[in-house]
């Protein structure tokens, strides 16, 4: 970029907005605000000013959609589709993001962007300043002149004559002349009928300017190009005034609001922070402190194992707030165990479905069939539900609505859980992908504690399965844990409380854990007869499929086979393009079947193509189902608001 004492940068912030909107993917704030456009305006706006040399600089945007232009012609950009949804609430933020930089932003009734820039290159150029327009947009090039020039973010390169030639075929003086020959369809400008833009440079060319053609159509040699002018010629003349920028909008001429200022990092900071740009804060090397946050310990952890009804009343009886700890065996939704902590430091393990051993503890209660004493269902239920359901109980659970699946099977009661608060939920609002969210993983980083290990452990090495160790391991692991999801509540909670995270939490992902549960809960109704019949569809394609592969290769072999398949291709065959793997096979992917179908044309491939589809159609999803539905006629599937920063479920 040319640098000078005295040169204004006129940025096109409506172009940056609308190609960061549609270069970029879908992007959510913490609060769930869209902010694609604002992150690539944001990110561009930095390169921009890393790489200014300007003395001032200003960002120019739209106002509303309607202008002057409307006056001449209604029809004026009345084929645009309507502002996307997703974007109308980044325009504040956007604004907020100039105001975060230090850049100055200007827009004004009645003017497009491109208006204001024009005119603030005429006054730049009246006061011997030198102007760079920051943008890529063609209509843009009228404005080049020795003391104009017009900088491309994108290409990062100052566009040249030769530029505008290649664009428009004339000099940038005659850019003008040209848009209103050919018009502008995605402006909804008209033009002339059938001129296009090879046309309308050789016409400017060859008379010199736009009025000097309109004056002499009768001297254009061809007679239908000729009639055409003719009959355009009122809209030609209007295209004129649509096209030409107006350089004289009521704007104040004074450039010193528009001097350089470096950015005040802490409102940076805080302007990223919010919007949850954490790669430009790590790009930008901007520190932002967290607030110090302390969970007192006790000076003693008392975890209970709790074998007998009796007991559990007895614990439960002064509960305020109840954090729950399920214990499943692997792989399995069997619940062998619950632990419950209503206090940190003070928590209980209440054994399920332990097995007996021979080297069981004395101290341990025993039933006549030598496993240990536990507590039934009805017995967990009587208890247990009336907590569930107070609400003025808080239930915490580290994915609560696992927690409430689990003992809905196991009570076998239609229970109501509220209210409810999630430890994982609220880590992955705070820190999303950043990393992983189980227990082991959040307690050291929040709680600076690492768990116990997952017996059986060096003194239960015999033993390999956790319902079989004794009660005292199981309870020191269980209620370990279940501390450690109280701990993690107190701590989480103040963390989120002050960011814009909460709401995410508090009035989005929270309230949705109840509907999941009710989904999960109901399940998905299947016909059983439409998946056999879809099954037996699948099942004959592939067999007609099948045939007409072996008849196009002129032998059977196996279709699934990568390495068989290769040889068929690109040995016996003979196409090109085969590339071999590691283990010396022919590389046989949907990458290079696909190319082999459109380069080679090859029938082969196209057929082998298919039959993946419709076998992965049939095996994945058909098949499967089908299986499930055998069991019961409803598939209850599990909604993760944990999984993944797009789509969410």
């Known amino acids: 970029m040319i640098s000078k004492d005295k040169t204004l940068c006129l940025v096109d912030g409506s172009g940056y907005i609308f190609r960061a909107f549609y270069a970029l993917p879908p992007m959510n704030r913490p609060d769930g605000t869209p902010v694609n456009a604002v992150y690539g305006f944001t990110n561009m706006m930095l390169n921009l000013i890393h790489d200014n040399c300007c003395s001032h600089m200003v960002v120019i945007l739209d106002a509303k959609r309607k202008n002057f232009r409307n006056d001449i012609y209604p029809e004026y950009k009345a084929n645009r589709q309507e502002t996307p949804p997703d974007l109308i609430p980044q325009f504040p933020l956007i604004r907020a993001a100039c105001d975060a ?11 497009e962007a491109d208006d204001l820039i024009a005119t603030y290159a005429r006054l730049a150029t009246e006061k011997g300043w030198h102007a760079t327009v920051i943008s890529a947009d063609k209509d843009l090039m009228q404005l080049m002149t020795p003391d104009v020039s017009l900088y491309d973010p994108m290409k990062k390169k100052m566009l040249t004559q030769e530029d505008v030639k290649n664009k428009f075929g004339v000099t940038p003086d005659k850019v003008v002349d040209v848009q209103s020959l050919m018009g502008d369809s995605t402006d909804n400008i008209p033009g002339a009928a059938g001129i296009g833009p090879k046309t309308a440079a050789e016409l400017i ?13 009768d001297e254009v040699p061809q007679q239908k190009r000729r009639e055409g002018l003719i009959r355009d010629k009122e809209q030609i003349l209007i295209s004129e005034k649509l096209v030409s920028l107006d350089k004289h909008a009521p704007v104040k ?69 109840l954090a729950l700890y399920p214990v499943t065996l692997p792989k399995t ?28 503890p004395a101290l341990d209660l025993f039933s006549a069939d030598n496993r240990p004493m536990q507590l039934k269902p009805a017995e967990l ?62 307690a050291p980083l929040y709680l600076k504690q690492q768990l116990s290990p997952t ?77 056999r019949e879809l099954n037996d569809l699948f099942g004959c394609r592939l067999d007609a499929l099948t045939k ?14 990568p390495a068989q398949l290769g040889v068929i ?69 599990t909604y993760s608001l944990t999984a993944t920063n797009t789509g969410r479920l």
Not at 548 to 561: D, H, L, T, V
């Open 455 to 531: 017996p059986p452990n060096d003194a239960a090495k015999s033993h390999t399965s956790f319902d079989e160790i004794p009660l005292d391991q199981a309870t020191s692991y269980a209620a370990e844990r279940a501390d450690m999801t109280l701990r993690l509540c107190n701590y989480l909670t103040k963390q989120i409380e002050n960011t814009p995270t909460n709401q995410v939490y508090t009035d989005i992902d929270l309230p949705l854990v109840s509907i999941l549960y009710q989904m999960e809960k109901e399940g998905i109704l299947v016909d059983q007869n439409r998946l």
């Open 333 to 360: 939704d069997h619940l062998i165990g619950l632990a419950l902590a209503k206090e940190i430091g003070n928590a209980c393990y209440i054994p399920l479905d332990h097995k007996g051993t021979d080297d069981m």
């Open 569 to 637: 291709l690109f040995e016996k065959r003979g196409l090109s393009g085969g590339k071999r793997g590691a283990n010396g096979h022919w590389i046989t992917d949907v990458k290079v079947l696909e190319t082999l179908a459109a380069d080679n044309n090859d029938t082969l491939a196209q057929k082998v193509l298919q039959y993946r589809s419709v076998s992965k159609l049939k095996s994945t999803y058909v098949d499967a189902l089908i299986e499930r539905a055998e069991k019961t006629p409803r598939i209850h599937t």
């Open 101 to 111: 930089l230090n850049v100055p932003w200007l827009e004004m009734e009645g003017f």
């Open 205 to 217: 060319q060859k008379f010199g300017s736009l009025h000097n053609l309109l004056d002499h159509l």
């Open 381 to 442: 239920g009587d208890i247990l539900i009336p907590i569930l359901q107070n609400k003025k109980i808080t239930k915490i659970g580290h994915d609560i609505k696992m927690c409430w699946h689990l003992l809905a099977q196991f009570i076998d009661k239609d229970f109501t859980c509220t209210p409810l608060t999630d430890t994982q939920l609220m880590s992955y609002d705070l820190d999303g992908t950043k990393h992983a969210h189980e227990l082991n993983d959040i």
């Open 253 to 321: 001429p004074d450039f010193e609001p528009f001097a350089v200022h470096p950015y005040n990092t802490p409102e940076l900071a805080t302007f990223l922070t919010q919007n949850g740009f954490q790669s430009l804060i790590k790009r930008l090397q901007i520190h932002t402190p967290q607030p110090t946050i302390t969970i007192p310990k006790p000076d003693k952890t008392t975890y209970v194992c709790i074998q007998h009804p009796r007991d559990l009343r007895t614990w439960a009886h002064d509960v305020q707030t």
């Open 548 to 561: 007409e592969i072996y008849q196009i290769a002129g032998e059977e072999f196996n279709i699934n086979s």
